[in-house]
């Protein structure tokens, strides 16, 4: 069996037209662009023809956007970066149970550093109820944090109306969009966020290259203190090669906004799998409301981790661990309240712009093979 990659939820190929903008800056364009001679004079302009890049994807300005070293640290920013600008007042920060660790973590280190923190649950389909949001605010609620699409159910929040509710009550709203963006609409305008992190190896970019949308007025205190960089918000020499990488990317995501094609193929790839196995496979995730590259599945009464080792050729996620011969599920599936004999046979198959319904084919005969 030839090799397939189903996992474009954990990182995605650099697409040409990526490699293409970077290639003139591996070989030049080496000047800091922060100097005011000559030779910064390229990497000054590309890196500000790349933020524009950006916000054009989001529809914000140029100057709300500040290049990160990828979504992780975009999360920490947004997070770490509200709370440490409020100094010693009483803080408490609203999130869900389902979020990326790259937003959770920062939450439990505030939580150590005197912090409230409320993580709030979902329904089975992973959807987060608004109202639940609604009763966890306090007078201190300083931020509500909380995901555009999950990474592994790709179940879609309603993060606009939540960012009214945040609105209304004079909290910050941030959204981590690094399975978002470059996939379905992440406008500044449609969502209302005051916060968005992007990860660029999420969207055909390089690894180690993000960006945070940063709304007009919204004060952070870096996380990094230097010479005053990305205009006081985070200090280093900007990389016009990262930058460059992550500016290309948003522009050729601007044709895939829907991925109508790749919808296609995951649907018919749920298709198949009912097909072939009925009763013995199930949904993860909301029917509807959902990425359309994912596909989280789980195979009744089987474990996924066991599958997917005697699939070596097919590169895919599993949601559950294996630890001393017992298996648990991942903390998403727990908290969509997944029962334990469907969850561990949960596999989460992300699809891509390159995608064929001939790969789908073989993954699904490969699966009949073993479970047959």
């Not at 509710?165 to 966020?193: E, F, P, Y």
């Not at 296609?264 to 198949?272: G, L, P, S």
């Not at 196995?277 to 474990?303: E, I």
Request: glycine share 10%.
């Amino acid at each position: 069996m030839k090799q397939i990659y189903l996992d474009y939820n954990a990182s995605t190929p650099i697409d040409p037209a990526v490699a293409a903008a970077m290639s003139p800056f591996i070989e030049g364009g080496y000047g800091n662009p922060s100097s005011g001679h000559w030779a910064a004079a390229l990497a000054k302009e590309a890196l500000e023809e790349a933020r524009s890049k950006v916000a054009d994807l989001l529809g914000c300005g140029s100057d709300e956007i500040v290049f990160t070293s990828g979504g992780s640290e975009a999360n920490n920013l947004a997070v770490k970066g509200l709370f440490f600008r409020r100094g010693n007042r009483p803080s408490h920060v609203i999130t869900s149970q389902i979020e990326h660790p790259a937003a959770l973590e920062p939450c439990h280190f505030l939580q150590r550093l005197g912090a409230d923190v409320t993580y709030v649950g979902v329904d089975g389909s992973g959807l987060l109820d608004p109202d639940d949001i609604r009763n966890a605010i306090r007078p201190d609620t300083f931020l509500i944090s909380v995901m555009h699409a999950n990474n592994e159910v790709g179940t879609i929040q309603p993060i606009a109306e939540i960012a009214t509710l945040a609105r209304n009550h004079g909290i910050a709203m941030h959204t981590d969009a690094a399975q978002s963006v470059g996939k379905i609409s992440a406008r500044i305008a449609d969502l209302g966020v005051d916060l968005l992190s992007i990860a660029g190896h999420k969207m055909y970019a390089p690894k180690g290259i993000g960006a945070l949308y940063v709304r007009r007025g919204t004060e952070l205190e870096p996380l990094i203190h230097g010479a005053g960089h990305e205009s006081g918000r985070r200090a280093g020499t900007e990389s016009a090669l990262m930058a460059v990488a992550l500016g290309a990317a948003c522009d050729v995501a601007q044709s895939w906004i829907g991925m109508p094609d790749v919808m296609r193929c995951r649907d018919y790839f749920w298709d198949r799998l009912r097909d072939e196995f009925g009763p013995g496979v199930a949904l993860n995730g909301h029917p509807t409301l959902r990425l359309p590259n994912t596909l989280n599945v789980s195979f009744v009464n089987r474990v996924g981790a066991d599958l997917l080792r005697c699939m070596p050729a097919v590169a895919a996620s599993t949601g559950s661990a294996c630890h001393a011969g017992e298996v648990t599920l991942s903390p998403v599936l727990t908290a969509m309240g997944i029962a334990p004999d469907v969850g561990t046979g949960a596999i989460r198959f992300s699809l891509g712009r390159s995608t064929t319904m001939e790969e789908i084919d073989e993954v699904v005969c490969e699966l009949v093979r073993m479970l047959a």
